[in-house]
């Protein structure tokens, strides 16, 4: 009979990267030596080489790790078919495991980009995608409902839309991420229009008609108006947009007048 050793050895073994997340210097340093190390962390707080920034601390370990591998691919740190050792922590501050994990090509998601590489704060982004996934699964009283919200570079997108009706949020300073404010965002996503979000959260409008020019948008062809403007308001402002279809039940965000991001609540 082999010794606990001897099975986490083979279980640490053949690995092509050895990922740490948040590490303490000294757990840092004891990993010093080893090839292939990354550290995925708020800041790069150790000085490690290869460094992968985590905008956001996913409680959710799973989510955590998915975010450093897809952001070490962005880096062509790792790549499709390597294993990962990700050693991080589950119950308190320090590093108490160690996950195998096989880099996929799905884990490509675009997620990471969406959070890095965002005027917004990526805590803004994400209450965003919050709110989305919580109407996508449960829909406005148990009925499908779409929603448009243009996050960050409000002053531009602002200048490219109009008003449908009063603006609920004028002279409000509620945040996205606020109690009250996901309420409200579930209720008003029944009428037309955009929510416009500044780039720290605050809810500047919602029924806003977005006028963006739709030249050069890249846009798949099947969606329809509400994901048309979506994505062109993108290309013509910093903006990012993240957009529930009420006929397919899915979120799409869009950027430069892209999509870069399509998933299904349901999965969330
Ligand atoms: N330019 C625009 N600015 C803001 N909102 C818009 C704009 N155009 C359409 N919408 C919103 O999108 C809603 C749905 O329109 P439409 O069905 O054409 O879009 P869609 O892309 O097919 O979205 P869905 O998949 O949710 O049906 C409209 O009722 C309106 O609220
Ligand atoms: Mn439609």
Redesign the pocket.
Known sequence: MSSLSAVLSEFASDVDAVFLFSPSRGFYESFEEIENLVVVAPENAVDAPEFVELPLEFDNVRDRIRFGIEGAMGSEIVDEGDTAACIASVFDDDSDSLIRVRVEESMRSGIYDLFTNSRADPSVIRDVFEVAIELGKKGQKGKPV?A?FVVGDAGKVMNK?RPLSYNPFEKSHVHVGDPIVNVMLKEFSRL???FVISDSGKLVSAY????PGAEGVDIPKG???????GGAITRDTNATAIV?????GLIRAFKGGKLILEIDPEEY
Request: aromatic fraction near 4%.
């Open positions: 779409g448009l839309s037309d229009g955009a806003r008609y977005l006028e969606l329809g108006t509400r994901h048309m403007a529930l279809s009420e006929s397919d």
